[in-house]
């Protein structure tokens, strides 16, 4: 059964708006050379290492995409199996859509309706949490954090890879969920 995820006031066109910081987060945000197991493992501590400036904790899962390896994961004390499920449905979000996951969101915004973005939670979750992890071109992995709300785990994500890979992003400005 669907759960009903809490959906912002988001308008056609912060969602474009947010469409276009979204593409540019994701051109910047790629690794230069190669991604594997001590990347991921430095991209998610320096995720870890921003749990002090939140309010409440979260998990982190890193997956190879070649062969669906979960390449790190963490888990706070206070989370549990939900939040890798909701993780793992982020994830497929951001595959489905070929972006970060909050993606279909974004277009749903766009169409004007928001009602179906949400049907196939917790197994498609197009929130934010989920960021693919590019090498030039090529997706090799996706990042996912789950444990905070109104776009925090976005933020996560976004501020773990600009400390990885000594980098600014642009960041929206809009209730994006």
């Known amino acids: 059964m669907a759960q009903i995820i809490p959906t912002p006031q988001l308008t056609p066109e912060a969602a474009r708006v947010s ?17 594997g197991a001590h990347e991921a493992l430095a991209l998610g501590q320096a995720a870890i290492d921003l749990v002090p400036e939140y ?11 070649r062969d669906g390896v979960r390449m790190f994961q963490w888990v706070a004390d ?8 909701f993780a793992e449905g982020k994830r497929h979000a ?5 972006h ?6 974004l277009e749903a915004a766009i169409a004007g309706d928001l009602n179906a973005v949400w049907a196939r939670v917790p197994d498609v979750v197009p929130a934010c949490g ?7 071109d090529d997706w090799v992995a996706t990042i996912a954090v789950s444990g905070l709300n109104d776009g925090l785990d976005h933020e996560v994500i976004l501020r ?5 890979l000594k980098v600014e992003v642009p960041r929206w400005d809009a209730p994006v969920a």
């Open 94 to 98: 951001t595959l489905a859509a070929g």
């Open 19 to 35: 469409q276009d910081v979204l593409l540019e987060q994701e051109s910047a945000l790629r690794y230069p050379k190669s991604f």
């Open 130 to 136: 989920a960021f693919p992890i590019r090498v030039g």
């Open 160 to 164: 773990a890879l600009e400390r990885t």
């Open 55 to 65: 309010e409440s904790a979260y998990t982190v899962t890193i997956t190879r995409e």
């Open 100 to 105: 970060a996951a909050p993606w279909a969101q």
């Open 78 to 85: 206070d989370k549990d199996e939900r939040n890798l499920l």
